[in-house]
């Protein structure tokens, strides 16, 4: 009896562990949504590959992004330079990938200050409400009134063509739908029992604002955030295609399909390769984000 009795606690203990294993969560469901979208998967793989191409590749490279050889001038794509050279004779598979160092550090860091701004805009906004909510979101309406790429441009040219300063520029405009975001999805927590729970405990503002609702907002935090680099990297390569972004002898991709676009029919080659890289990290930012999307969709979870 003793050993019949030891042995059903010893199937139930096993039944309730495996109980346990098969126990998820939101953002477990949604890491087995995006792995399966191959899509997905491709482009953050390629995306990582740009990344080290961009960041490392340079580091056992020979030739100088912006060594000039007027002797050798344009040459297409042959052994010694992969991707040919510009007219001015500098390595373009050189200049690619600091241009891809460039353009995904001004995606990533605007991107960065965007999110900083909107969260915590969004987050007060949202659980305060009333009247500041209302004068909050006035001002976006207002900033959203104006035209952002002429805002930026009026930042460029009154503070001067800084490297540093684009990030900022293009960061203080591309906050505002970020901000809307947030503050939807915080006036919707606010009235869930938790938040009521948490403050019925006499918790800070500020805790429940860090500790509870934005790790709560975090899923669409993180869809927006995929989609918004790669408008920042177009706003970007607009900006150094007007001549307003990064400057000589530095170049990204925007810089470089300006000048690819100067000397097309000549030397086509200037503007295809940086064009592709371009054209690849965008379509694979905006696959990832639509991936992301669907993964943190809680009608998903019902498929």
Not at 106 to 117: H, S
Not at 134 to 161: E, K, N, Q
Not at 206 to 225: D, K, Q, S, T
Not at 280 to 303: E, H, I, T, V, Y
Request: charged share 15%; with cysteine.
């Amino acid at each position: 009896m003793s050993s019949g009795a030891e042995l059903s606690d010893l199937v139930g203990a096993e039944d309730a562990a495996n109980t346990e294993e098969r126990g998820t969560s939101l953002w477990r469901d949604a890491w087995h949504r995006l792995a399966k979208n191959r899509m997905a998967v491709l482009s953050a793989a390629l995306l990582v590959v740009l990344t080290l191409a961009a960041f490392v590749g340079p580091l056992f490279l020979t030739h100088s992004y912006e060594t000039q050889n007027l002797h050798l001038g344009a040459v297409p794509p042959d052994a010694q330079h992969w991707l040919g050279t510009d007219t001015l004779g500098r390595d373009l598979f050189t200049r690619v990938l600091y241009g891809g160092r460039v353009s995904l550090s001004v995606g990533l860091c605007a991107t960065a200050v965007a999110l900083t701004i909107g969260v915590l805009y969004g987050t007060i906004s949202g659980f305060i409400g009333g009247k500041v909510d209302v004068v909050m979101m006035r001002v976006v309406d207002i900033i959203f009134a104006l035209p952002f790429t002429v805002f930026v441009i009026l930042l460029m040219v009154f503070f001067g063509r800084k490297f540093l300063l684009l990030f900022v520029a293009i960061g203080a405009v591309q906050w505002l739908t970020m901000a809307r975001i947030v503050r939807s999805q915080v006036m919707s927590l606010r009235r869930m029992e938790f938040i009521e729970a948490a403050q019925a405990l006499g918790l800070s503002r500020l805790r429940i604002i860090f500790r509870h609702m934005i790790p709560n907002a975090l899923g669409p935090i993180i869809v927006y955030a995929t989609l918004t680099v790669p408008s920042v990297m177009l706003l970007e390569a607009f900006l150094s295609f007007l001549g307003l972004g990064v400057q000589p002898p530095m170049s990204s991709w925007g810089v470089l399909i300006k000048e690819g676009a100067d000397s097309m029919e000549e030397f086509p080659w200037l503007l295809i390769f940086p064009g592709l890289a371009l054209a690849l990290s965008l379509f694979s930012l905006n696959f990832l984000g639509d991936g992301l999307r669907d993964a943190f969709d809680p009608r998903a979870a019902k498929d």
